[in-house]
């Protein structure tokens, strides 16, 4: 759907742009959110981070500014001091959670790719929160079996971000249920899957998109059987679940 300009004249549809993501029909609302509340009070680290990551060739895969401002409000509400965050990219959510933390604060942070997140490094030190940030490269799995074992790390987390490879996303939650404190939050992001997850079985989909479509329509229907945690999944970004641990 194009968006119209003020002379009349239909132009691109902004949102739609690779590394923009955005569930709603119009581009003319969501470019209205951006503008009004997003961008004015995105802060320049971020913007700075957003600009460098709109450059690179995977920059779909990262986190749109609306759901970054978002996390950011999130983690100042509930107070959270320890974070964790699977799927880091170049950093940009990283970097929204990090501004959000007070100075003591803890991410651990887990990706296979350290080369896109020394992409964000710099701007994240520039900032002055990279002594909140403990990376680690590699699967995420391996890393929360030796958690799981140690009882110090159970119920050690106020809050935990998943933006990683979908068809782990229940592997992740069998997992960080233990690891996530009761009254604490995770939050599982693409979780409306480019609104592909009502799309007719002959819709013609990207390839990357109808393959893990039956992973995200899975791990809906267990989030909302799962008797541990309240869920709330919000159209924001690419959609949003978060899960506050209950039991």
């Known amino acids: 759907m194009a968006a119209v300009n003020s002379g009349g004249d239909s ?10 993501k955005s569930l709603l029909q119009s581009d003319a609302l969501y470019q209205y959110i951006l ?19 709109a450059k690179h060739p995977w920059n779909l895969m990262t986190t749109s500014a609306d759901e970054g ?3 950011n409000m999130l983690l100042k509400l509930i107070n959270a001091k320890n974070t964790m965050e699977i799927g880091v990219y170049t950093g940009y959510s990283l970097l929204s959670t990090a501004l959000a933390l007070p100075d003591d604060g803890k991410i651990l942070a887990l990706d296979i790719n350290r080369e896109n997140y020394e992409i964000g490094l710099p701007i994240i030190e520039k900032a002055g929160v990279a002594h909140k940030i403990d990376f680690r490269e ?5 890393l929360l079996d ?11 987390f106020d809050f935990i971000f998943v933006d990683a490879d979908k068809d782990n996303y229940l592997n992740y939650h069998k997992r960080l249920i233990d690891l996530v404190k009761i009254g604490g939050v995770i939050g599982y992001d693409n979780t409306l899957w480019n609104g592909s997850l009502v799309a007719p079985p002959d819709a013609p989909l990207r390839k990357y998109v109808r393959y893990y479509r039956d992973f995200v329509l899975e791990l809906n229907k267990a989030l909302a ?3 541990r945690v309240e869920i709330c999944q919000l159209p924001v970004g690419d959609g949003i679940t978060l899960c506050r641990r209950i039991s």
């Open 11 to 20: 132009q691109p549809a902004k949102h739609q742009e690779v590394g923009h």
């Open 35 to 53: 503008e009004t509340s997003v961008y004015p009070r995105e802060p320049a680290p971020m913007k700075e981070l957003r600009e460098v990551t």
């Open 69 to 71: 401002q978002f996390l």
């Open 138 to 142: 590699g699967p995420a799995l391996p």
């Open 146 to 156: 030796q958690m799981i074992k140690d009882e110090n790390f159970h119920g050690s």
């Open 225 to 227: 059987a799962d008797p």
